[in-house]
C-alpha cells in the first residue's frame, strides 16, 4: 500500500468516524467515552495475526491436523479477548477541557486537558495525539485516579489558538487491536504578537518636566475631565464631579503634559510604513521594556484606550488587546 492510498484510507475513516459519532465541533464541559464515540479495528500487527491465523487453518483443514485446529480456535480465541480488553482501556473516561498560559507567537503553547479514571480497573499505555501538536503523549491512569495530559502546540500567528482535534487511541494489552476516539475541547490558548526582536527605545515620554506642583497641593494640574473609557485607571476617577453629576457617568481626570512617570505607547506614534502586523510587534516590544522600566504606561491603539498602569494585570491586558486586535475584540 503506498503512502497516498493508506492516507486516502485514513482519511475516509476519519470521515465515516466523525459521522458515526455525531462530533461537530469543539465540545464544551466533561467527555465520557462510551460505546458511541470508541471505535476498533485490527491495527498492522493485528492483521499479520489474522493472515497468519487464516494460514494456519487453511493448513489444519487441508492436512486434517486436530492440534492444528485447536491452536488456531485457541489464537483466535486470544485475539477476541485482547479485542475486549483493548475497548475496556478507553471505555468510561471521562475527559475534561484544562487551561492554557498565553504565549508569544513563534513559542510553543501548552494546552492541558484531564483525563479522569472513574472505574477500578487501571488505564495503561493511553496516547494522545493532534494534527498539529508537536508529539504524542502517553499516560497510564491508576484506577479511580486523575491525570492531567499537556500537549505542546507551535504557534506562527497572534489571536486565539483553537485547541485542534485530539485522538485518544491504545493498543493495550497485545497491539493488535487498536482502539480510539475523537474529541476536540473548546479551550483555546492566547497568542500574544512577537516582540520586535533587540532593544527598541520607548517613544518619547508625556512626562511633566518641571517639578513644581498644582494648585493645592496637588502633584499634576487637572487640565479637563472626560467620559471613562475601559482600561482607565481607577485612581483617576474624578469622584466628587461624579457625585455632582448624579452618578449617571463616570468621569476621568486629565492632566496637563501627562502624570509624573508616565509613558504613552500609542498606535499613531508609529512609523507610517508600518503594517499592522509590524505595529503590533513594536507595541508588545514597549510593553514589555516599559513594563521593566517600572514606570506607568498607557496603551494606545484604535478602539481601545489602557492605563496608565503598572503590574502583571496590565501587562496581560496590553497584551491580550494587542492578540486580539482586527478579531472581534476578548476572548474567554
Same mark, same amino acid.
Given at each position: ?13 476519519? @470521515? ?27 491495527s ?29 480456535f ?8 485482547a479485542?475486549v ?16 498560559d ?7 503553547? @501548552? ?8 472505574s ?16 504524542? @503523549? ?27 482535534r ?12 487498536? !482502539? ?12 500574544y ?24 497641593? !496637588? ?36 492632566? @496637563? ?36 522600566t517600572?514606570?506607568?504606561? !498607557? ?5 481601545? !484606550?489602557?492605563g ?5 494585570t496590565h501587562?496581560?491586558?496590553?497584551l ?13
Amino acid at each position: 500500500m503506498t503512502r497516498a492510498s493508506a492516507r486516502a484510507r485514513a482519511a475516509w475513516i476519519d @470521515e465515516l468516524v466523525t459521522r458515526l459519532s455525531g462530533a461537530t465541533g469543539p465540545l464544551a464541559g466533561d467527555y465520557v467515552l462510551t460505546r458511541r464515540n470508541v471505535f476498533i479495528l485490527p491495527s498492522r500487527p493485528g492483521l499479520l495475526y489474522a493472515a497468519a491465523l487464516l494460514a494456519m487453518l487453511i493448513a489444519s483443514i487441508n492436512y486434517a491436523l486436530s492440534l492444528g485446529y485447536a491452536l488456531t480456535f485457541l489464537l483466535a480465541s486470544l485475539a477476541l479477548v485482547a479485542m475486549v480488553h483493548t475497548f475496556r482501556g478507553l471505555s468510561a473516561l471521562t475527559l475534561r477541557p484544562g487551561r492554557g498560559d498565553p504565549v508569544f507567537a513563534g513559542d510553543i503553547a @501548552e494546552a492541558s486537558v484531564m483525563v479522569r479514571n472513574p472505574s477500578r480497573l487501571e488505564r495503561y499505555a493511553l496516547f494522545f495525539d493532534a494534527a498539529d501538536a508537536a508529539g504524542r @503523549e502517553r499516560v497510564d491512569v491508576a484506577a479511580g485516579a486523575e491525570q492531567t495530559v499537556r500537549l505542546a502546540l507551535p504557534t506562527t500567528r497572534r489571536g486565539w489558538l483553537q485547541m485542534p482535534r485530539l485522538t485518544i487511541s491504545t493498543t493495550f494489552p497485545l497491539g493488535i487491536w487498536q !482502539a480510539w476516539s475523537y474529541w476536540q475541547p473548546a479551550q483555546r490558548v492566547l497568542v500574544y504578537p512577537c516582540p520586535e526582536p533587540g532593544a527598541v527605545p520607548l517613544p518619547p515620554s508625556s512626562m511633566a518636566s518641571g517639578s513644581g506642583t498644582g494648585r493645592g497641593g !496637588a502633584q499634576e494640574d487637572v487640565s479637563a475631565l472626560r467620559p471613562y473609557v475601559q482600561g482607565d485607571a481607577a485612581r483617576r476617577i474624578a469622584w466628587k464631579a461624579v457625585a455632582r453629576s448624579g452618578g449617571e457617568t463616570l468621569l476621568v481626570k486629565e492632566f @496637563e503634559g501627562g502624570e509624573r512617570g508616565e509613558l504613552t505607547l500609542a498606535w499613531d506614534a508609529l512609523p507610517a510604513q508600518f503594517d499592522t502586523e509590524a505595529r503590533l510587534s513594536r507595541l508588545a516590544r514597549w510593553v514589555l521594556t516599559a513594563e521593566a522600566t517600572g514606570k506607568p504606561y !498607557a496603551l494606545r491603539i484604535p478602539g481601545t !484606550a489602557l492605563g496608565p498602569d503598572l503590574g502583571q494585570t496590565h501587562r496581560a491586558r496590553c497584551l491580550e488587546a494587542l492578540a486580539t486586535y482586527g478579531q472581534g475584540g476578548h476572548g474567554d
